[in-house]
């Protein structure tokens, strides 16, 4: 992941977009270099916050943006975000599952399982992501993995569609 994020970090450089700023601090959180992770967030929050303004109905832009915030060690701004972000019915199931992942973060395993199944009936199926997630609650794997066998099964009958 570091040579990931020297190459993001040279995209950064050359184009600050929320995006690019994202791919850089997605790899710099593989590294568990939360130092480096915290101030990079912080520089990028200016970034995000202006895209947001710019994009006020996307929930792919805010997702990232409670992320940053989490990253940049505002934990209570990430769970607002997150907060106001579930109280929606136009999620998809990629925000979903990220969404769950952020409040795994955070401790809340319980919420992280029930937005992951959120995502799935919201048409996640990131069968290998499902396959490599870790929880950070082991108490929650048997229902990741039940998460997982129902991914598998409605894959399946959709490639008879």
Partial sequence: YEEAATIFEQSVALHETAATYFNLLVSIS??????????????????FKKEVLQN??????????????FWADHSEKALSEVDQLIARSDLDGFVLFNIGGL?????????NITLIKRAVE?????????????????????????????????????QKI
């Fill in 122 to 158: 919201n048409g996640f199926r990131g069968i290998e992501v499902l396959r490599n997630f870790k929880l950070q609650d082991p108490e929650h794997n048997d229902e990741l993995e039940h998460i997982l066998r129902m991914v598998e099964e409605k894959i399946k009958e959709e």
């Fill in 103 to 111: 409040y795994g973060l955070m401790g809340n395993h319980a919420m």
């Fill in 30 to 47: 593989e590294l568990d270099d939360k130092e480096r992770l915290s101030l990079v967030a912080t520089k990028a929050l200016p970034i």
């Fill in 56 to 69: 006020p109905h996307s929930s792919h832009l805010k997702m990232m943006l409670a992320h940053i915030y």
